[in-house]
C-alpha cells in the first residue's frame, strides 16, 4: 500500500505562485512514476504533469506548458509542483497519484495505481 498526502493548496490571486506539494509513503518511492491531476466539479479529472522514476522525463499538459513545474526529491519521498502565472482556470482540486508499476511518467489517468485526497488551489480573478 502506498500512501499519498498532498498540502499547499490555498487561495492566490492570479498571476500568483503557488507549490504543492505531495508526500508518499513506502521504502521505495524512488521507483515509481508519479502524476499531477486536476478536477473540478461536473468534469472528469484531467492530467496535468507527470515525472518518472529518475526525474529524466517530464509531461506536461498543454495548458500548463511554460507555467507549471513538476519535480520530486526521492531522498524526501516528495514530488512537488510549482505553479506560476495562475490563472482562474487553474482552480481546481489537485492530486497527486503514483504509477508503482514501472516508474514511467504517463499522462494516462488509468495507469496510477494510487491516489491522494487532493488538495483544494483557487485563483482569484
Known amino acids: 500500500q502506498v500512501q499519498l498526502v498532498e498540502s499547499g493548496g490555498g487561495l492566490v490571486q492570479a498571476g500568483g505562485s503557488l507549490r504543492v506539494s505531495c508526500a508518499a509513503s513506502?521504502?521505495?518511492?524512488?521507483?515509481?512514476?508519479m502524476g499531477w491531476f486536476r478536477q473540478v466539479p461536473g468534469k472528469e479529472r484531467e492530467f496535468v504533469a507527470a515525472?518518472?522514476?529518475?526525474?529524466?522525463?517530464?509531461y506536461y499538459a498543454d495548458s500548463v506548458k511554460g507555467r507549471f513545474t513538476i519535480s520530486r526529491d526521492n531522498a524526501k519521498n516528495t514530488v512537488y509542483l510549482e505553479m506560476n502565472s495562475l490563472k482562474p482556470e487553474d482552480t481546481a482540486v489537485y492530486y497527486c497519484?503514483?504509477?508503482?508499476?514501472?516508474?514511467?511518467?504517463?499522462?494516462?489517468?488509468?495507469?496510477?495505481?494510487?491516489w491522494g485526497q487532493g488538495t483544494q488551489v483557487t485563483v482569484s480573478s
Open positions: 497519484a503514483a504509477e508503482t508499476h514501472w516508474g514511467i511518467a504517463t499522462i494516462l489517468l488509468n495507469d496510477y495505481d494510487y
Open positions: 513506502g521504502r521505495t518511492f524512488s521507483r515509481y512514476g
Open positions: 515525472i518518472g522514476w529518475s526525474g529524466e522525463t517530464r
